[in-house]
């Protein structure tokens, strides 16, 4: 089945170390995205990649990093930089052909720093 | 600065009733807009609008956009208590042609039997 896969589900971590989240997609998507979701908050977004080996900043970049090493991964790390790391996490892709730019969504990752 | 806007942030109903959800938007190319469905983790797509007046239907879900008074409605109608979920909006606004969507707060339904 095609689709979005994020791991782990859940995500406990120490306050001072960094953390890597996994996005994983077979839908032969060019571009993924990170967001994160805040209680009250719309979904900001964190890094986009719209092809392989490249990515922008998004709103709130800072205190994230992201790699697009291959089409179908694009993982996201929390740094220690990140000021309130915890949130909910949700990837996602998109296609872009045929005027469809509808994205799809990962089930989330819900990080917990302490 | 881009922006969405939903109104209202949260809405209880009963069963039955009708709902009209609201998103207005203000952001400088506007590609499309699109309604999701947020229930326990990650949303799932309703709509995408890109014509101005054209409803689109699926069920008892429909929505409209008018990109002349830049706002999008989502109506609900017989509301069931699986219609209780968060509902995004989010508009496709692409700045030097890379991919942007800016996402409203939601509104929060919660739908009594």
Redesign the interface.
Known sequence: DGGITQSPKYLFRKEGQNVTLSCEQNLNHDAMYWYRQDPGQGLRLIYYSQIVNDFQKGDIAEGYSVSREKKESFPLTVTSAQKNPTAFYLCASSDGRDGSYEQYFGPGTRLTVT | EDK?V?SPLSLVVHEGDTVTLNCSYEVTNF??L?W?KQEK?????LF?L?SSGIEKKSGRLSSILDKKELFSILNITATQTGDSAIY?C?V?CPTSG????I????TRLKVLA
């Open positions: 969405v939903q590609r499309s699109l999701y983790k990650a949303p799932t797509f995408m890109t995004l989010a496709d890379t991919y942007k969507y996402f409203g707060t939601g």
